[in-house]
Structure formats: structure tokens, C-alpha cells
Antibody, heavy 119, light 111 residues
Framework: QVLLVGSGGGVVQPGGSLRLSCAASGFPFSDYAMHWVRQAPGKGLEWVTFIHFNGNNKIYADSVKGRFTVSRDNSKNTVYLQLSNLRLEDTAVYYCAKNRGGSLGLDYWGQGTLVTVSS | QTVVTQEPSLTVSPGGTVTLTCASSTGTVSSGSYPNWFQQKPGQAPRPLIFSTSNKYSWTPARFSGSLLGGKAALTLSDVQPEDEAEYYC???????????FGGGTKLTVL
């Protein structure tokens, strides 16, 4: 079955960096685009970034553009999110999610990993 | 940037029917927005329910249905069960710099 396991979250100071990972299994990873979505404590879902199946096309939300970088290693079935120049408002649970295909949506989600930005 | 609006909260009685809607600040929501619906319970990851307006996943209960209604995307729950109490989010796609936008969520209370 499809499984997405996120890791790498933790506590970091403002201005700091962190790298999140999402290990995928149960589907042909290199055939599918992936997303990252975040959720601040007590708030709604916010789409963060998308990476094409081959890593050649990446799209970011304005709120993270220039600070976050998405990448993938298809040989390791893993997608990454590098978080830099972190702000207090980046505190959230970060979910990776599999793209269903085309623009159809997000059909499988990881369990989420918590990033806390605090001084 | 597109803003997607949902009802903040709704209340329904067990066995009843309720419709949640999802509107776009850019205008009419069409099938080209590929509306998705997700259910989220406290402490859990979102669970996909509907994709591309009205298509269900294998795990989506039959009482959930998606549609377009009055220029909005809609999620209708029939014969509501106590376990349907949750937050529901819609997701719309558009051609642009910010292709995917979530609605603010609807907190559904079953009472």
C-alpha cells in the first residue's frame, strides 16, 4: 500500500534552517509529482510547494518563495523540503502528499512532521 | 492571489443532510478547477474524499458526494453519522503562479 513517512522536523531559531524528508513506498515514485502542505497550530491547510515527477518543474507559494527549496531523489524514493531563513510564522506541521496525476489532486498524505520556530 | 471561501462552521443532526460549499474569489468554480475535498479530524492528517469535482476514492463512504452548485464546488453529506464530525477542506486548482489554494475549512458539528 502507499506509504509516505515524513521526518526531520524539530525546534529551530528564527533565521535558522532545517531539512524535511518524505520517504515514499508502495507506488512508482518516479512517475508522480509530489506536494508539501503545511498547517499552523489551530489553523487551516496551506499549500506550500509542488515538484514534478522528474524534478524539472517546481512551484512555490509566495509565502515561502526564495526561502524554501523542494527537491527529490528518485533513486531513494524520497522528496525533500529545505527550509531556510525560518520565521516564527513558519511554525507548522508539514505534510508531504502524492499528486494523483495532472491537476487532479492530492491522493495520499504523510503523517506530518512538526517544525517549531522559536527563540 | 486567489482566495477560496468556505462556511466557517455548520451543524447537522444525525441522519440529516448537509451541503458544504467552496467559492473562488476569481469567479465561478468549474470542473477545470478540479475541486478536491478532504476530511480532517483532530491530530490526524487530512483524508482525501473527492477529486476532480465528484470522483470518489475507494475508501470514500457512499454518503459523501461532490458537485458544482451555483458557481461553487459543493460537498454533500447524506445520512450524516456522528463520525462525520470533522473539519472539511476544499482545494482548487488554477493556471497561474499559485496553482493550488485551500479553502479556510468548514468545521462540521453533528448534534
Amino acid at each position: 500500500q502507499v506509504l509516505l513517512v515524513g521526518s526531520g522536523g524539530g525546534v529551530v531559531q528564527p533565521g535558522g534552517s532545517l531539512r524535511l524528508s518524505c520517504a515514499a513506498s508502495g507506488f512508482p515514485f518516479s512517475d508522480y509529482a509530489m506536494h508539501w502542505v503545511r498547517q499552523a497550530p489551530g489553523k487551516g491547510l496551506e499549500w506550500v510547494t509542488f515538484i514534478h515527477f522528474n524534478g524539472n518543474n517546481k512551484i512555490y507559494a509566495d509565502s515561502v518563495k526564495g526561502r524554501f527549496t523542494v527537491s527529490r531523489d528518485n533513486s531513494k524514493n524520497t522528496v525533500y523540503l529545505q527550509l531556510s531563513n525560518l520565521r516564527l510564522e513558519d511554525t507548522a506541521v508539514y505534510y508531504c502528499a502524492k499528486n494523483r496525476g495532472g491537476s487532479l489532486g492530492l491522493d495520499y498524505w504523510g503523517q506530518g512532521t512538526l517544525v517549531t520556530v522559536s527563540s | 492571489q486567489t482566495v477560496v471561501t468556505q462556511e466557517p462552521s455548520l451543524t447537522v443532526s444525525p441522519g440529516g443532510t448537509v451541503t458544504l460549499t467552496c467559492a473562488s474569489s476569481t469567479g465561478t468554480v468549474s470542473s477545470g478547477s478540479y475541486p478536491n475535498w478532504f476530511q480532517q479530524k483532530p491530530g490526524q492528517a487530512p483524508r482525501p474524499l473527492i477529486f476532480s469535482t465528484s470522483n470518489k476514492y475507494s475508501w470514500t463512504p457512499a454518503r459523501f458526494s461532490g458537485s458544482l452548485l451555483g458557481g461553487k464546488a459543493a460537498l454533500t453529506l447524506s445520512d450524516v453519522q456522528p463520525e462525520d464530525e470533522a473539519e472539511y477542506y476544499c482545494l482548487l486548482y488554477s493556471d497561474g503562479a499559485q496553482p493550488w489554494v485551500f479553502g479556510g475549512g468548514t468545521k462540521l458539528t453533528v448534534l
